[in-house]
């Protein structure tokens, strides 16, 4: 489709694409979707299988046993070769299934955030999927919003759009609708939008011309594929961490290998041992086990309404000490309703709950027909077209908004009194705008009317105030004095303190041939008409998770821009702790280090504009605090990205506001933020029990070689043995603990120091601990045996011992406080499945005749199977006593590092900080 599209006036494109303004029917958007493909560039280019697969084996330790494979069959152990061949290769299958499912986990999370457009078909506004979207097409675009496909304009207003990403202009770009003739560069191509790009402000309606592969960005989207995926701090703290252990057992391998030789060891069986002793000691699955851990930890968060969008937000949640929260649709229901109104100095109330327009007004409770009260009526219909939203259903029983729920609740309180918008607006079509930005606090429709023109406003009470020269009474413009200001912003009070949020609608009467609404028309000429009062209830769970949080050592902090009063009773409401209130106003006059000083005490920060948040998270990241911000807005986007863990709106947020965050919250809930928190610390506990698990078997098997070695002269197991062990029993347990389901103290725990990582004072005692009991025990299991048995035997027993010990040793992973008791022994049902196979495959082993001669085993009489479970059955014994008595035992730095035991988390580092391992 090589069209010159910009050089088409609109009604010429619409006509080349066989569309019209009221857009496609579903049918034909089916014929072109199946014709075009879906609108989305194409995916990176995904490992095959095979590869997949073959992955698997690049790592330095699986070449290590591959030469041992090589050499073992050059020497004739043909069976040695196979077993340790069979075992990397179901080691292998293992990981390749992990990856796989992971991968496919991550996939599933990046369609939830999936972006979406809202597009008009069959006369119909509807919100859908942006990859649906087809060549001709008609999509709304507003401020906030991702350009979906490339389109030409045909209806714009004010709209300006950052073009950067394709141009690389910083500025904003002027759009229009004109037709350009000519080679026209695609940075001056003004009357098109292209994929990808940002509405800044303004808004447009525009005929879909490009999609997918075919749009501009489609062309460089080649270059976009070999953008490697980056990974996160933990992974590379892992893959650090496994570095080190590699080097530090490695030598501890060579002088084994010298040992061995000194002791009359057979130079073969010093080398296999030494190979395998290596893959014992080194967790080469850890950092697969991790990925596994993460991907399942954010499918589950998905399922909880937050949509990770950066893993490194599952790493920060932990460490979060403060949650700054936008008060509507977060902490309330974001389902406003008009209630009472102010105009004529008199007050209004109106019946009715929702979005369902029925409803009375009633003063002093005698029903008002609006349709005879000419100020009433003008006051509504002002709410009316002064409005972006769209009342869907109407002719039903119930109804629901399409658009801002504010301006819907203004919509609904206008259909009650019979005044119909798609009407009105024939009567009164809107000729420009002034749309809303924070920074104004207002919005502006222009208008004919009476041969002249009018411009209706509504906004915030004090910002109409400061624009009014005149007011409505009796149905008159009179000059507004001090005393109507003073009336005005009393009733102003009333409303807030009872928990209302308050809109003012004015107009202004202008020139006839005025074609451009600005500022400065507004300015100082408007008419002040009356007061909206609407009702935003809070969430009934967000109280309880308000009390979790603080539970949690988390302080909330409320952000809104509603007057003081009204944050404050809604403060009071939600049971948020008691603290000052500070203005927009107020935060102006302070200087960054007064904020700072003063951040500790401010619970509410009401009047708010969004590039206020944005101190507010540097004055509390000055304190120490590691900060989750909330938003949802364009604006919003500098203070996403400045705090630890950006967070957006899925409902109300804009594609700007997504794209910052690290994460989205689906419902737009307060609760959701809590949970993901929460979902975080357990994830992190998660992986603390994998590594505690690995490392002290690991060691522990170590120790045991190096002991067994040194007194006895002899090698406790063989090396084939050795490989099972770490590459089936380990495998097999080590994924089932990193699915341990939480234990539901999490938010009873003090937030993690952002530079405690995943191993810390009290763990690495435990891990010493464990590890040296169990090397002990299976050295003196052997020892006892090799003196009243043959060797085979006395390493059959050892080879089932060290299974053992790691058996028993995954129950006492699952928790460093809690008994197995506390926890449920039934309840992570992975890990009783994964240890249940285990139990079989070793019995295997043990009595099937080829797998004997395979492995160098003997069957076990029922007795010593006694002394097998002995070992690892008394160490799980000890261990869970030392947790019932004594649990905080090896929790020594656990939240905090321990030579700064006081200190508040440093929250002036980026999540990338997470430094320590």
Not at 7 to 35: H, N
Not at 451 to 472: C, N, Q, T
């Amino acid at each position: 489709m090589n069209q010159e599209w910009h050089a088409l006036s609109p009604d010429e494109a619409l006509s080349a694409l066989s569309s019209r303004r009221s857009g496609l029917s579903e049918a034909e958007a089916k014929v072109r979707w199946l014709k075009h493909g879906p609108n989305e560039l194409m995916a990176r280019r995904k490992t095959s299988p095979v590869l997949a697969f073959l992955r698997q084996f690049l790592s330095p330790l699986i070449y290590v046993l591959l030469v041992a494979v090589i050499i073992s069959a050059a020497v004739g152990h043909f069976l040695d070769a196979s077993v340790i061949m069979g075992v990397l290769i179901l080691n292998a299958i293992i990981g390749f299934v992990q990856e796989t499912r992971a991968e496919k986990a991550m996939e599933a999370l990046i369609q939830m955030a999936a972006p979406r457009a809202r597009v008009r078909r069959e006369g119909q506004v509807r919100l859908m999927p942006a990859r649906e979207i087809v060549p001709g097409d008609i999509v709304l675009l507003e401020t906030g919003d991702k350009v979906p496909a490339d389109a030409r304009l045909i209806e714009v207003s004010n709209l300006k759009v950052n073009e950067a990403m394709l141009t690389g202009e910083s500025m904003p770009v002027d759009k229009s609708t004109e037709a350009l003739h000519g080679a026209v560069p695609l940075a001056e191509r003004k009357n098109m939008v292209h994929m990808g790009t940002i509405v800044n402000y303004g808004r447009a309606t525009a005929l879909v011309v490009r999609t997918g592969m075919a749009t501009d960005i489609g062309q460089i989207a080649t270059a976009i594929q070999e953008i490697k995926q980056e990974r996160t701090p933990l992974q590379k703290n892992i893959s650090k961490l496994s570095r080190y252990i590699v080097t530090l057992f490695l030598g501890i391998c060579a002088l084994l290998v010298v040992v061995g030789v000194l002791k009359g060891l057979a130079w073969l069986e010093v080398f296999l041992l030494a190979v395998a002793a290596a893959v014992s000691a080194i967790p080469e699955g850890l950092p697969a086990v991790v990925t596994v851990v993460l991907a399942v930890g954010m499918r589950i968060m998905a399922r909880r309404n937050a949509i990770i969008r950066k893993l490194v937000a599952v790493e920060t949640l932990g460490s979060a000490t403060v949650i700054c929260s936008d008060k509507t649709g977060t902490l309330t229901l974001n389902e406003m309703t008009v209630q009472r109104l102010y105009l004529n100095g008199q007050w209004i109330e109106v019946t009715g709950e929702g979005y369902a327009p029925q409803g009375e007004f009633r003063r002093d409770g005698q029903v008002v027909d609006p349709q005879s009260e000419p100020s009433l009526k003008l006051l509504l219909q002002i709410g009316a077209l002064c409005n972006d939203a769209l009342l869907i259903g109407e002719k039903e029983a119930c109804c629901d908004i399409f658009g801002d729920p504010t301006e819907g609740a203004l919509l609904v309180a206008a259909t009650k009194a019979g005044i119909n918008k798609e009407k009105l607006e024939k009567a009164f079509p809107r000729l420009d705008e002034i749309p809303f930005q924070s920074e104004k606090q207002y919005m502006a429709t222009l208008h004919p009317r009476d041969g002249g023109r009018v411009a209706y406003v509504k906004g915030a009470v004090e910002r109409l105030l400061s624009l009014s020269k005149y007011h409505l009474k009796d149905g008159r413009a009179v000059p507004l004095t001090e005393a109507d200001v003073s009336a005005i912003m009393e009733a102003n009070t009333i409303l807030a303190q009872q928990a209302l949020r308050v809109i003012a609608v004015g107009y202004v009467e202008l020139p006839r041939e005025l074609e451009d609404l600005k500022d400065e028309d507004i300015r100082g000429g408007l008419v002040f008409v009356g007061l909206m009062g609407m009702a935003d209830p809070p969430r009934e769970e967000t109280k309880e998770a308000i009390r979790l949080a603080r539970q949690a050592g988390i302080r909330v902090i409320m952000i809104t821009g509603d007057h003081k009063v009204t944050a404050e009773a809604i403060a009071r409401k939600l049971n948020l702790p008691s603290g000052k209130t500070v203005t927009g106003a107020e935060l102006q006059q302070m200087s960054d280090e007064e904020l700072a000083s003063q951040i500790e005490d401010i619970s509410v920060f009401a009047r708010i504009e969004p590039l206020h948040k944005l101190r507010i998270v540097n004055a509390l990241k000055r304190r120490g605090h590691v900060v989750a911000m909330t938003g949802d807005g364009v604006n919003d986007a500098p203070a996403l990205k400045a705090a630890d863990i950006g967070i957006a709106m899925g409902i109300t947020g804009t594609d700007v506001a997504k794209e910052s965050s690290d994460m989205i919250l689906a419902d737009d809930n307060f609760t959701s933020v809590v949970a993901a928190v929460e979902e975080g610390r357990v994830i992190f506990n998660r992986l603390r029990n994998v590594i505690f698990f690995l490392l002290s078997t690991n060691l522990g098997e170590l120790l045991a070689l190096a002991l067994t070695i040194v007194f006895v002269g002899k090698a406790p197991l063989l090396a084939v043995q050795i490989i099972w062990v770490n590459l089936v029993t380990d495998t097999a347990v080590a994924v089932p603990l990193g699915l341990e389901p939480k234990v539901g103290d999490e938010l009873r725990q003090p937030p993690r120091h952002p530079k405690v990582g995943l191993l810390f004072p009290g763990l690495l005692l435990r891990i010493g601990f464990m590890a040296t009991m169990m090397g002990i025990g299976v050295f003196a299991i052997f020892n006892w045996a090799q003196m009243r048995m043959t060797l085979a035997e006395a390493r059959t027993i050892a080879f089932c011992s060290v299974v053992a010990f790691e058996w028993f040793r995954a129950f006492n992973a699952r928790s460093d406080e809690y008994t197995v008791f506390r926890l449920g022994v039934w309840r992570n049902r992975w890990l009783l499945m994964s240890i249940s196979v285990a139990v079989m495959l070793q019995l295997a082993v043990v009595y099937l005749p080829f797998l004997q001669v395979a492995f160098g085993t003997v069957p076990l009489a029922l007795d010593r199977w006694g002394i097998v479970l002995l070992g690892g059955g008394s160490l799980f014994v000890i261990e869970e006593a030392r947790k019932a008595l004594f649990p905080r035992l090896f929790s020594s730095g656990k939240w905090r590092p321990r030579k700064n035991n006081g200190e508040q988390p440093s929250g002036s580092q980026s999540l990338d900080r997470n430094k320590g391992t």
